[in-house]
């Protein structure tokens, strides 16, 4: 099929530079979720129609396989589908979806293209309590004989609480031959594209509906409120499918974001108001507690994330525990059994399995072996102020509390390096070194006395 999705509109009520498809929903813009939906049903040709926001959008939405057609001015929904006329192939049936419709459902598609398409026009409708803006679908003995739009509605009209969701699937040459014929004399002097039902009545062609799974699959953005109504309703999804499919234990399903994918192994638990954000992948048992923000991540199975901690572009292995309050930038790799307490932030460092840095540190471009302890306060100071430098730590090596590590560095294997060390020179192996002021004390000392108070 022909899918034509619409997304030229301005978005005054957005208030933002930003155009309105743009906007995220759990961390990708709204025309994103439109577009992976409609290629889910392997279309022929996706055509984007586009204005306000000019190339930005289709610089943010990538893919070879859509074409984007300018539609400057916009003068209507019909108008927008006409600016796509050409690029659409007669064979196949053309289906209309909405650019800031995102919540919309393959399976819900599915059925209306079941319902119309080759010889029939169909419609997606719902019924609502309050129809109040949209345009209401008017059946004379149960057939659908127009769409009426809400401004040129009378009363009796607008008591009809099935309303057009707008997404639609017609017959391509028909289709083209209806928007040929569309004018503008209505309310809000558009060419819209509600009018071609009549047109299809006319021409005897048989117009029929399907009806959405949920009908807040067919919710629009038009404000920030619409648009965190809905990110809450994708997280309510994306929370049920991780707890009815993967079995993750949530601690409050509506205290959890997604942005991205989350990949669960068997047994999982999240605690309250964590944040996951692209690929994250989570092995059997993990446990993640309260507040984390984990982004593009691998956790390896059993491994124990605590309160507070923040993981970005690192791999963890297994049976490892991290946090409270720790932070892994990018291209931290952890090996199993691995600790990493709390105030400790590491960078583009691979720390073999079994060791720990159990508090306060800074670790920068560093390898570490198996077995090693890093002390409380230790820091590498891997930059110079102009290149950043490498400190290589071998296996069952201890590195004192307060130590710094002047990179370029090297400890041995076994080595010990005693508390409050700035070590400038390699450490060799099974070796204590230590660079330390000798202590002294001073017999002659005594405690000034305190002032006397001033008389007189
Ligand atoms: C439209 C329907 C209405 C339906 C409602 C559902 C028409 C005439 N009316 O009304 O029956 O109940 O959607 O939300 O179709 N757009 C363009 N170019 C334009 C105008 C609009 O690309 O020139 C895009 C918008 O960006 C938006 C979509 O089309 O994604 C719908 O436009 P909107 O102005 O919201 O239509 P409504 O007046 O709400
Ligand atoms: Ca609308």
Known sequence: MNIVILAAGMGKRMRSALPKVLHPLAGKPLLQHVVDEARALDPETVVVVYGHGGEAVSQAIPGDDLRWVLQQPQLGTGHAVQQAAPLLADGVPTLVLYGDVPLICAETLDRLLQAGGRDALALLTVELDDPTGYGRIVRRDGRIVRIVEHRDADEAQRAIREINTGILVAPTPALKRWLAALGNDNAQGEYYLTDIVALAVHDGVRVESAQPGQASETLGVNSKLQLAQLERLLQARIAARLMEEDGVRLADPARLDVRGRLRCGRDVFIDVGCVFEGEVELGDDVEIGPYCTIRSARIGAGTRILPYSNIDEAAVGAHARIGPFARLRPGTELGDGTHVGNFVEMKNTKMRAGSKANHLAYIG???????????????????????????????????????????????????TIGAGTTLTHDAPEGRLTLSRAKQVTIDSWKRPAPKKPRTG
């Open 365 to 415: 471009d560093a390898s570490i072996g198996e077995r090693v302890n890093v002390g409380a306060g230790t820091i590498t100071c891997n930059y110079d102020g102009v290149n950043k430098h490498e400190t290589v730590i071998g296996d069952d090596a201890f590195i004192g509390s307060d130590t710094q590590l002047v990179a370029p560095v090297r400890v041995g294997r076994g080595a």
